[in-house]
């Protein structure tokens, strides 16, 4: 193509204006084409293409049969970079070479006359260097002349591919977009299912987390109600996972909180030393026990337990620490008792209510012959001779009606069937509530004591019936002696003779009551019984005392008169003895008064004095054999104190009962009932 000469042009107006693409076809030698020069166009081409150059649509003029080119600015594009320049001017057939078969034939038809149209119809254009899917929305329509010849195609072009690429992107999009949502469902799916599964893991954390948090109240109030306790948990780290107890303050560690603290951060590095090789036992897996002693003197018993998980492991360490010092003092204190009753001389022995024997000392071995493997679960009647087997229930039921059983004298038999003396002292055994679970005995051997006892008062017994043979010479001596004197004058001598007189009698009163001794233990003493009027004794004992009594007043009041069976001169001794008592024991000058008064079917003499009286404590001894009240006052007053326990034996073998009631300072009053005879 060459450049069009000016002198050249003619009516050229239709070849105004029309932006780059008018410069272009003016620049154009058209001369060189099919077309011709522009003058030589014809008047529809013309026509057309002053038309296209100032539409705003994409259009192109194909002309002749060649399909010579003419396009605008707007249909330009369309070409890309290959096609432009070279289509300005050029054949289409060219130009559009790659999609010619699928246009030529539309440009033959519009050729012939028809006109040809289609919306985002694809052609595959090589316009950038490489084929391209482009769209268009085209309409080819003949261009005829003057004669009404189809000279040329009028085409009006629309590029769709950008929207059809969007439409394309769209649908790919929308496809993508169903992808990604189906994606998202799945997701979302996955999401609930996942939701569900964290939920019912949570369901689980928080179940495991109430049952963790129970877990830890459990353990904080095992821990506080297990008494005089401290109990640690330590992890692999010797830190203390927890640490509880009612003794923690004590064993130095306060109150604050020591979870996830190691010993260290919290207390002193000295305690941690001493005890972090304990640790590393428990962690080892090692279970032991340490006791301790404190610097204040508590002793403790520490445990140490190791704690595995569930794959077997151990991952923790339980440290029970509890305060044993009043379990290991009454250890103590046990032990010495245990040691005190085995080194006792006396058999100590308990038993069960229903008499079964629970523990038998070694003096009990020694005494009775039985050792305690062979005895222990036995019944105490074993011990009971067959004639003395009534007396266990009868210390039995004192025993439960909460009296104790003291100095009981009796005898028990060996395991070789001798017979000992023994003195009992029996006391309940009672439970924390005071409920009675047992009864301890001491059984006292006093077989070597009887033996001395019955030599001694075999002794008396022999002394004293020797010393009453003479006695009675002299007695009978001084009888006759005061008989002879009684005419003689001679004062000084009967003053003699009576009280030698009297003298002898104190004395053989005296060795009576030795004698009476010895023959009460002898079994020898004989009560012979006599009905007798208690009025008539009474009176009578009172004449014969105020003979002899000068130093005191001694009454009786009016008495009922009662008849008694009894030994006369017994029940006699025993009121001389009271009175003689009340004599002794009181002041000169002061009243002795006897009374009697019947109390049903009993008959009640009484002694009363207004003497220095009797302590409490001596109240029920002075009833006991040689037993006397030991005061500044009564260390001159003479006597064996034998007494009141011939007096008190004589009542007893009637039947009756006696006592006293005394306050100290203000005298004492004696009593004694017998049955009165029916
Ligand atoms: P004895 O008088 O020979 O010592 P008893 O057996 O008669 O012996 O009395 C025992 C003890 O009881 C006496 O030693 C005395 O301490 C006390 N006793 C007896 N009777 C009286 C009394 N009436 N007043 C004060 N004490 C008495």
């Known amino acids: 193509m060459t450049a069009l000469s000016k002198s050249q042009s003619v009516d050229e107006s239709f070849l105004t204006g029309g932006g780059e693409m008018g410069v272009l076809i003016r620049s154009i030698d058209w001369s060189a084409t099919s077309l011709g020069t522009p003058e030589q166009w014809p008047a529809a081409l013309r026509y057309s293409i002053g038309m296209m150059l100032s539409t705003k649509f994409p259009v192109l003029i194909c002309w002749g049969k060649e399909y010579i080119q003419l396009y605008n600015d707007s249909f330009r594009p369309i070409l890309g970079i290959a096609k432009h320049p070279n289509a300005m001017g050029g054949s289409a057939k060219y130009t559009y070479s790659e999609i010619w078969e699928s246009i030529g034939p539309m440009f033959a038809d519009v050729m012939n006359g028809q006109s040809v149209g289609s919306t985002d119809f694809k052609v595959v254009l090589d316009r950038n260097g490489y084929p391209e899917d482009c769209y268009f929305d085209f309409s080819y329509s003949p261009i005829r002349d003057e004669k009404g010849d189809v000279g040329g195609i009028l085409v009006i072009c629309m590029e769709t591919t950008d929207k059809y690429h969007a439409i394309d992107g769209f649908q790919a999009m929308n496809e993508e977009m169903t992808a990604i949502n189906e994606e998202l469902a799945a997701a979302n799916e996955q999401m609930a299912a996942t939701n569900e599964e964290l939920a019912s893991v949570n369901e689980e954390l928080l179940a495991t987390q109430v049952s963790l948090s129970r877990s830890e109240k459990l353990f904080r109030s095992i821990a506080l109600n297990i008494p005089n306790a401290l109990i640690i948990m330590i992890d692999k780290d010797h830190k203390f996972i927890t640490i509880e107890g009612d003794i923690m303050e004590k064993m130095g560690y306060d109150s604050k909180s020591y979870a996830g603290k190691h010993p260290t951060e919290v207390g002193p590095p000295e305690r941690y030393e001493a005890s972090r090789h304990l640790y590393e036992r428990v962690l080892n897996g090692e279970r032991f026990s340490v006791p301790r002693k404190s610097s204040t003197g508590e002793d403790y018993m520490v445990h140490f337990v190791p704690i595995k998980n569930e794959a077997d492991e151990i991952d923790a360490g339980l440290i029970i620490a509890l305060d044993i010092t009043d379990i290991k003092q009454s250890e103590e204190k046990s032990a010495m008792l245990a040691a005190i009753i085995e080194s006792s001389d006396d058999a100590i022995i308990s038993k069960t209510l229903e008499s079964k024997i629970t523990s038998w000392n070694d003096s009990a071995e020694r005494m009775f012959g039985y050792k305690a493997d062979e005895i222990i679960g036995?019944?105490?009647?074993?011990?009971?001779?067959?004639?003395?087997?009534?007396?266990?229930?009868?210390?039995?039921?004192?025993?439960?009606?909460?009296?104790?059983?003291?100095?009981?004298?009796?005898?028990?038999?060996?395991?070789?069937?001798?017979?000992?003396?023994?003195?009992?002292?029996?006391?309940?055994?009672?439970?924390?509530?005071?409920?009675?679970?047992?009864?301890?005995?001491?059984?006292?051997?006093?077989?070597?004591?009887?033996?001395?006892?019955?030599?001694?008062?075999?002794?008396?017994?022999?002394?004293?019936?020797?010393?009453?043979?003479?006695?009675?010479?002299?007695?009978?001596?001084?009888?006759?002696?005061?008989?002879?004197?009684?005419?003689?004058?001679?004062?000084?001598?009967?003053?003699?003779?009576?009280?030698?007189?009297?003298?002898?009698?104190?004395?053989?009163?005296?060795?009576?009551?030795?004698?009476?001794?010895?023959?009460?233990?002898?079994?020898?003493?004989?009560?012979?019984?006599?009905?007798?009027?208690?009025?008539?004794?009474?009176?009578?004992?009172?004449?014969?005392?105020?003979?002899?009594?000068?130093?005191?007043?001694?009454?009786?009041s009016d008495c009922e008169s009662v008849s008694v069976n009894a030994d006369r001169d017994k029940i006699s001794s025993v009121v001389s003895n009271l009175i003689s008592n009340a004599v002794k024991y009181s002041p000169k000058g002061k009243l002795v008064q006897i009374s009697c008064r019947v109390s049903g079917d009993k008959v009640i003499v009484s002694v009363q004095d207004d003497g220095m009286g009797i302590k409490p404590q001596d109240l029920d001894k002075i009833f006991d054999r040689y037993y006397r009240v030991e005061t500044d006052h009564t260390r001159h007053i003479a006597g064996f104190g034998i007494g009141l326990y011939l007096s008190a034996e004589i009542i007893k073998r009637h039947g009756g009962e006696i006592w006293a009631e005394s306050e100290r300072g203000k005298g004492s009053t004696f009593y004694f009932s017998l049955p009165i005879a029916g």
């Open 378 to 556: 036995e019944t105490i009647y074993k011990l009971i001779p067959p004639d003395r087997q009534n007396e266990e229930p009868q210390i039995l039921a004192r025993l439960k009606s909460g009296d104790r059983v003291d100095h009981f004298e009796t005898k028990r038999l060996t395991k070789d069937g001798r017979l000992l003396d023994v003195s009992l002292s029996i006391s309940p055994v009672k439970d924390s509530d005071g409920h009675i679970i047992g009864l301890s005995k001491i059984a006292r051997d006093i077989t070597e004591k009887k033996l001395d006892e019955t030599r001694k008062s075999d002794f008396i017994g022999m002394v004293s019936h020797e010393l009453k043979t003479p006695l009675t010479s002299l007695n009978a001596l001084i009888q006759v002696a005061n008989a002879k004197l009684r005419n003689s004058g001679d004062a000084f001598l009967e003053g003699a003779m009576a009280k030698a007189s009297m003298q002898v009698k104190r004395m053989s009163g005296m060795i009576n009551g030795f004698l009476n001794v010895s023959r009460l233990e002898a079994g020898k003493i004989l009560i012979e019984k006599q009905p007798f009027e208690i009025k008539d004794l009474l009176q009578e004992i009172l004449d014969e005392t105020k003979l002899t009594i000068s130093s005191h007043v001694v009454n009786t």
